[in-house]
Nanobody, 122 residues
Framework: QVQLVESGGGLVQAGGSLRLSCAAS????????MGWFRQTPGKEREFVAV????????SYADSVRGRFTISRDNAKNTVYLQMDSLKPEDTAVYYC???????????????WGQGTQVTVSS
């Protein structure tokens, strides 16, 4: 089993920044890749970013590339999502995700965090 605990959401003005954290525990193989999705009411959960624990290689959704940065601290078993130049359309519940293979779809994720709200005001 893998447990994911998120923190760092909140309210910020457009153009501002927030950093989300996701602390992971459990079987390391099952969380070889970790990342973030987001979801707004009435819409499907969408991919944001993913990182490999071992290599540190990353992938991003086009909508956030250049504004968001995903990183990891292996010693702390924690993944971060630094969000800069935030826009009102970034408002969503952000979910930490983990899996044994690189993912960009909900179906490929094995474990989910509880979600943290990010609200960007205009």
């Amino acid at each position: 089993q893998v447990q994911l605990v998120e923190s760092g959401g909140g309210l910020v003005q457009a153009g501002g920044s927030l950093r989300l954290s996701c602390a992971a525990s459990g079987r390391s193989y099952s969380r070889s890749f970790m990342g973030w999705f987001r979801q707004t009411p009435g819409k499907e959960r969408e991919f944001v970013a993913v990182i490999s624990w071992n290599e540190g290689s990353t992938s991003y959704a086009d909508s956030v590339r250049g504004r968001f940065t995903i990183s990891r601290d292996n010693a702390k078993n924690t993944v971060y999502l630094q969000m800069d130049s935030l826009k009102p359309e970034d408002t969503a519940v952000y979910y930490c995700a983990a899996g044994s293979r690189r993912f960009s779809t909900v179906q490929a994720v094995h474990y989910w965090g509880q979600g943290t709200q990010v609200t960007v005001s205009s």
